[in-house]
């Protein structure tokens, strides 16, 4: 069973601060990472995805990657109460099977 | 472009009832994944098709649950006599040919079954 393990939260940041979010997997020949975001009553929308070990930017949004610590996280820059919702991590294993995580709770608080 | 669409987004059914969920994967996308979503809960995986390659049924939580693709593109979940515990979010996505590394899903907006 491939396992993808996030802190439920919720996390609560103010306004204009850095978000962090962190996601450790299982599967150490898992090749392609992900980070959803899902607005509560909404589907899941891609907002994030990182192959390669270190940093991914992406407007204020940053991926990290560490394969040796099987660790991926995602920090927001500037956070906005528009940022508020449940992140979804996912990873992607073998060619088509991606586990995904039950999310963190973000709440940004103005 | 047109993104992922499922019908309908409401189902309300009494228990018992089979139902039939659509989802009408991107344009040219070649694998179509179904999940569901309990309230409050993560996505749990219930079938793969990729191209024409036998789908990958290993999430289907009991035989009361079916899929088809036809033609590789439109798919029907149907979920036979009905119980309250399906009552769920059934989600779709489609992802691309995966060439390089791109194995990015995209989903649908959902269809929100309720089990009475």
């Known amino acids: 069973q491939k396992e993808v393990e996030q802190n439920s939260g919720p996390l609560s940041v103010p306004e204009g601060a850095i978000a962090s979010l962190n996601c450790t997997y299982s599967?150490?020949?898992?090749?392609?990472f992900f980070w959803y975001r899902q607005y509560s009553g909404k589907s899941p929308e891609l907002i994030m995805f990182?192959?390669?070990?270190g940093d991914k930017e992406d407007g204020r949004f940053t991926a990290q990657l560490n394969k040796a610590s099987q660790y991926v996280s995602l920090l927001i820059r500037d956070s906005q109460p528009s940022d508020s919702a449940t992140y979804l991590c996912a990873v992607n294993w073998g060619y088509q099977k991606v586990t995904f995580g039950t999310g963190t709770k973000l709440q940004v608080i103005p | 472009g047109a993104g992922v669409s499922q019908s309908p987004s409401n189902k309300v059914t009494e228990k018992g009832k089979d139902v039939e969920l659509r989802c009408d994967p991107i344009?040219?996308?070649?694998?179509l994944y179904w999940y569901r979503q309990s309230l409050g809960q993560g996505l749990e995986f219930l079938i793969y098709f990729q191209g024409n390659s036998a789908p990958d049924k290993s999430g289907l939580p009991s035989d009361r649950f079916s899929a088809e693709r036809t033609g590789g593109s439109v798919s029907t979940l149907t979920i036979q006599r009905t119980q309250q515990e399906d009552s769920a979010v059934y989600l779709c996505?489609?992802?691309?040919?995966?060439?390089?590394?791109?194995?990015?899903?995209?989903f649908g907006p959902g269809t929100r079954l309720t089990v009475t």
């Open positions: 344009s040219g996308h070649t694998a």
């Open positions: 996505a489609s992802r691309g040919a995966g060439t390089g590394s791109s194995y990015e899903q995209y």
């Open positions: 599967d150490r020949g898992s090749q392609s």
């Open positions: 990182i192959y390669s070990n």
